[in-house]
Nanobody
Framework: QVHLVESGGGLVQPGGSLRLSCAAS????????VYWYRQAPGKQRELVAV???????DYTDSVKGRFTISRDNAKNTVYLQMNSLKPEDTAVYYC???????????????WGQGTQVTVSS
């Protein structure tokens, strides 16, 4: 069984920084791409950033130059460093990982429970 747990959210002033973590636990054989999504009140969930197995990254335009996604394969953890935060970054942030559990025949998608990020003065 595989679990994803996000952490690191909170309240921060505009211009501030936060680092989110997405830790996978369980009987894990391998992890492919990991995605960070966010969902603001009344809006659809949007893709923010992705990191593939080799460390290649991509970002939605609104966060380019401010957010950095990275992974520590030894710890089965992915990070989202968020700098120069704006009020419009306020949302619940979720991670999605493509994980192959031990003895499983294929990769499956797993979601975390989400962590709230609020940017406000």
């Amino acid at each position: 069984q595989v679990h994803l747990v996000e952490s690191g959210g909170g309240l921060v002033q505009p211009g501030g920084s936060l680092r989110l973590s997405c830790a996978a636990s369980g009987t894990i054989f391998g992890i492919n791409s990991v995605y960070w999504y966010r969902q603001a009140p009344g809006k659809q969930r949007e893709l923010v950033a992705v990191v593939d197995r080799e460390g290649g990254t991509d970002y939605t335009d609104s966060v380019k130059g401010r957010f950095t996604i990275s992974r520590d394969n030894a710890k089965n953890t992915v990070y989202l460093q968020m700098n120069s935060l704006k009020p419009e970054d306020t949302a619940v942030y979720y991670c999605l990982a493509q994980v192959q559990a031990t003895m499983a025949p294929r990769f499956n998608d797993y979601w975390g429970q989400g962590t709230q990020v609020t940017v406000s003065s």
